[in-house]
């Protein structure tokens, strides 16, 4: 309620302090970078509220739905998502009594809608102000009818976001961890617990179910020196000891860990990171923003991404938690070398799959879609963390560098990298076949 007394008054300032400075047509040519701006602001927000990855894709898939729905609503060159995914609410009409600012309309229910999923609300208030000013619509009408309509389709995807079983998962007891041998179990320095171990019970967006692209059964455990296991350990312990300056960048680039726990003696504290989610939303708001996309095809885009990082956690975490598969760091010290430490920290869930491989391999994949198969970027997500701007001649060269980056860290199986790779594919490629957004 804040925010949107907040965002009220702003549009009303606006409205009355600008108006004599734009042109009448200048609301059908806002710029796309608005767009980016307020992105990249929830993107700040949810990196401070160091939310899961897995969750942080929950925040990216509602705030994107609602900014798309808003800015489509109408044009028969678009489709909404309702009638193609099950439950999803048929949005509200516009209001009878005149015109809406469709570009407004998308930034206001895309406000509301992640103003309502994260913690550090206020922080959203600063880049709000900013962003809105910058569209000065002139028209009071329109501007309320905007907000008016922002605010039901915002409204209409919190009540779906509702019936997700989010909620629910919330109210689940502790996890139980497996005295099996070869299970996983929390990992130094913070061994942290289980991080959303019932994840798997989230509504998939575009998925029939959360076991529906389940990848091959991962290696089983042995310490036989000549089982396949122990030869996917014994990979990741020889190249972890010869990584060269490139596979150190390439490890560091993709690391994306919220959960970074710095320790120096009796103090800990944590370092606040990207998710690997927000790191792909990045890398479609650079690429779209680099072909200087509409704003309805860059909707389609941050979209298309939010629902691939969304239906790919939850297949991810499904299998995370069925397998249970040990992690190179627990095995490697017990069998191996009790002082080997991965370059990165090791997070705080399961090995099998990777993680990255999966949502990294179906944000390219429907990324391609929108863009196309040899579309090169220079990606800086990283340079805010003292990392340079890394090269790509494609979604997919992105992609696999995501991937292989997880063994070079010494936290990932080869095995579960590769059949991550796919799974993720798989999930890709079901998304642009169940939701066509574009007629």
């Known amino acids: 309620m804040r925010l949107r007394k907040v965002l009220l008054q702003c549009f009303a300032g606006v409205c009355i302090g600008i108006s004599a400075l734009i042109s009448p047509a200048y609301s059908q040519q806002v710029p796309t970078a608005l767009l980016h701006r307020a992105e990249k602001n ?23 739905t609602a900014a798309y729905e808003a800015l489509i609503h109408g044009d028969r060159a678009y489709n909404s998502v309702y009638g193609q995914v099950k439950g999803f609410p048929n949005i509200p009409a516009i209001p009878a009594e005149g015109k809406v600012n469709h570009e407004l309309a998308a930034t206001y229910a895309f406000f509301q809608t992640g103003s309502r999923l994260v913690f550090s609300e206020h922080l959203l208030l600063d880049s709000v102000r900013v962003i809105l000013a910058a569209f000065g619509e002139k028209d009071s009408t329109v501007y309320k009818n905007s907000l008016k309509f922002g605010q039901a389709v915002s409204d209409s995807i919190m009540v779906w976001s509702a019936t997700d079983n989010y909620a629910a998962t919330r109210r689940k007891r502790r996890y139980t961890y497996s005295r099996e041998k070869g299970k996983w179990t929390p990992t130094p320095p913070g061994y942290i617990d289980a991080v959303e171990p019932y994840w798997s019970q989230i509504r998939p967006c575009a998925l029939d179910s959360a076991a529906q692209f389940k990848p091959v059964t991962p290696p089983a455990f042995s310490t036989d020196t000549s089982s396949a296991f122990m030869k996917d350990v014994r990979e990741v312990y020889t190249k972890t000891q010869k990584l060269s300056q490139e596979e150190v960048l390439i490890a560091s680039f993709w690391d994306c860990n919220p959960f970074y726990l710095n320790t120096q003696g009796h103090l800990n504290f944590a370092t606040k990171k990207l998710s690997p989610g927000g790191h792909w939303i990045s890398i479609a708001g650079q690429a779209t923003e680099s072909a200087r996309k509409s704003w309805k095809e860059t909707a389609v885009a941050y979209l298309c991404t939010s629902i691939a990082l969304f239906d790919g956690f939850i297949s991810c975490w499904d299998e995370k938690y069925r397998s249970q598969m040990i992690r190179p760091e627990t095995v490697i010290n017990a069998y191996m070398d009790e002082k080997w430490r991965p370059m990165l920290q090791t997070p705080p869930f399961p090995e099998y799959t990777s993680g990255h491989s999966v949502i990294s391999a179906a944000a390219a994949t429907v990324l391609t879609a929108c863009l196309g198969d040899a579309f090169a970027l220079n990606d800086d997500t990283e340079t805010p963390y003292g990392l340079p701007v890394r090269h790509f001649r494609s979604f997919r060269h992105a992609s696999d560098e995501a991937a292989i980056s997880r063994l070079y860290g010494g936290i990932h199986y080869r095995s579960a990298i590769v059949n991550g790779q796919r799974q993720g594919e798989l999930i890709g490629q079901h998304v642009l076949q169940k939701i066509l957004l574009k007629r």
Request: glycine share 0%.
């Open 42 to 64: 929830l993107t700040r927000t949810i990196v401070h509220d160091i939310f899961s990855p897995p969750v942080a894709s929950r925040i990216y898939l509602y705030a994107n």
